[in-house]
């Protein structure tokens, strides 16, 4: 199985309607959103394009190929309005034989490891914006950054896996 992970899109249509564009490009077989889909949440300006309608409508249109979880800035009226589930705080995932652990990265991150997760295993988590493909002891870090709202410099990035292998590619 072929998964793209993308996060923090933050209501971006633009960005909402190229991850979907890029994941079809991409021949995936999901798409795994790491969170915060609609709202862009008070610290940050507002995206390009910013559009939550739009997006709706982008993401449900997919809804049978989507993965996803609750980023900071989901709530449960924004589950009211998606077809596909967002409220679950994490996911476990498997790719030939490599554990892959799934969140937002707002509780759990690089530098708040939690204790089962172990050697080989991949941390996917979004929530800050930067890209990262990091190894923190024996756990491999990645986040995809968000594509509407970078930071630190970040380019708009998302992850592919698959093969039990991971890579961060840029859109």
Known sequence: MKIMAASDIHGSSIWAARIVE???KEKADKLL?????LYHGPRNDLPENYAPKEVIKILNAEK???LAVRGNCDAEVDQMVLEFPIMAESLWLESSGVRIYATHGHHIDPDNLPTFLGKGDILLCGHTHVTADEMTGDIRCMNPGSPS???NGAKP???IIENGKAVLKEF
């Open 33 to 37: 959103l790491l969170g915060d889909l």
């Open 64 to 66: 049978d190929n989507i």
């Open 22 to 24: 890029t994941f079809h």
């Open 149 to 151: 709202i970078p930071k």
């Open 157 to 159: 990035s998302y992850i």
